[in-house]
């Protein structure tokens, strides 16, 4: 069993950046993949970045190049640094963590979910 919780979301001007983190129980976190999802109001949840156990990551496209997913297996937390942010990337943000990467990146569905942050962007 792992539980996650997520924390640093908030509200913040267009432009400006964020940093979420994700804090996860149990020993074995560094064999899971981790990630981060997000969904907007009346819309479906998606996928954000995702980070497997020997550090790869991936990207929704919209996000490369300006959110960062990393993990410090040391602490049992995985982070999300969102710069340049945009009105539309105004959403509840979900940490996860998953048996594998494929969870994250093609299934939308991993095993575990922590109970999300907000994040406002005003304009």
């Known amino acids: 069993q792992v539980q996650l919780v997520e924390s640093g979301g908030g509200l913040v001007q267009a432009g400006g950046s964020l940093r979420l983190s994700c804090a996860a129980s149990?020993?074995?976190?560094?064999?899971?993949?981790m990630g981060w999802f997000r969904q907007a109001p009346g819309k479906e949840r998606k996928f954000v970045a995702a980070?497997?156990?020997?550090?790869?990551?991936y990207y929704a496209d919209s996000m490369k190049g300006r959110f960062t997913i990393s993990r410090d297996n040391a602490k049992n937390t995985v982070y999300l640094q969102m710069n340049s942010l945009k009105p539309e990337d105004t959403a509840v943000y979900y940490c996860?963590?998953?048996?594998?990467?494929?969870?994250?990146?093609?299934?939308?569905?991993?095993?575990?979910w922590g109970q999300g942050t907000q994040v406002t962007v005003s304009s």
């Open positions: 996860a963590a998953g048996s594998t990467i494929i969870l994250f990146t093609t299934k939308s569905n991993p095993d575990y």
């Open positions: 980070i497997n156990w020997s550090g790869s990551t």
């Open positions: 149990g020993r074995t976190f560094s064999s899971y993949a």
